[in-house]
């Protein structure tokens, strides 16, 4: 048997290849190209007991045990990365395999045989790589451990600031926008601000458990924040949030969010800001060099793995980004207005007496009775005690 496991045991410990090709006695043409395919299946040392000479030959090169049969060997690096885009199954690779067989007079593997073939060498490859996301398919979002400061102008006092934090798995494509709080409000303004870098909506959100987004986490599904759950359905996105203690389910925000605190926030941190705004004009420069990178393992960097990847698969976003608003309640007072925000507005005088769910957004105001709007405003603000009037709503 070739000796696959002392060849990358030496490489991993800096030999040079033709020291391991000495020691080996084989070609040095052989031993890099080893070496080459151990690095595109990413396998990490040191090797684990179970990989054997025999079961690295099979990770490394699969066609050698289909070799002599007759059939036409699979090409497994093919179908694995087609299986990566959307829409691809096993049932269309093996189709398309099988037509080709026929146009080139082959004989071709029978679907059982082609599925058999194929989960042998995928056990092997997720053992030993990572496994790519489809391409527009998740968008996961986090607040960075890590926090930053600006100076207030008057105390010369620390203020933290926050950093929203939205990874595309698929080619890990990253946005980052810092606020002074991580309240429901920065947390609906960072969403629809990292999707308009985007330019597009993936098909599933997944958040952390913050009670900014998720209110409860029950064994059948989560209870999401009703403004959060409101802005999913505007962006037309599932949100399945990661679970609990389970850092896997956000892999690649938590590897983004470690990798932005230091190419962001701590190469930011000898840096003065007195504004947020100084801030996040800063921290756009430094996501753009992050994101143009170029990759240590593959080739490109994200942005060049997002346009030619990712892009075309995500979803379109709504014609206008989306309005965060407030529910309340209040009664329709004898002077048929009612108190909202210390100011006043009409509804029609039929209502009086009657409890009315109140909708707010930045410049509207809407009023509905069982569940029927009966009223709008443009919402006031300013001077205590204003009044919002239509003369159609008067007795």
Sequence with gaps: MFQYRKILEMHSEVFS??????ATRNA???????????EVRDIAYPLTDEMTDHWLEELLFPEKAMEGSGYRPMDFEYIHRELGKKGVNLKLLHHEYEAKCRAENAIPYSYRSFLRYYRKFAEKHKATMRIKRKPGEILEVDWAGTTGFLVDRDTGEKVKVYAFVATLPCSQYSYVEVFLSMDLSSWIIAHRHAYGYFQGVAEILVPDNLKTGVNEHTKKQPVLNPTYKDMTNHYHTIVMPARVRTPKDKASVEGSVRTISTWIIAALRHN???????????????????????????EGSRWSAFLGEEKPYLGSLPPTPYKMYEWLLAKVQPNYHVSIKRQFYSVPYEYIGNEVDIKLTDDLIEIFYNRMRIASHKRLYGKYGQQATLRAHMP
Excluded: C, D, G, P
């Design 17 to 22: 290849l033709r020291s391991i090709a000495s």
């Design 272 to 298: 003065r800001f007195f504004t947020l705004k100084e801030w996040r004009k800063e921290a756009a420069k430094k996501l753009e060099e992050f994101n143009h990178r170029t990759f240590t393992k593959r």
């Design 28 to 38: 040095h043409q052989k031993v890099s190209e080893v070496v080459q395919k151990a």
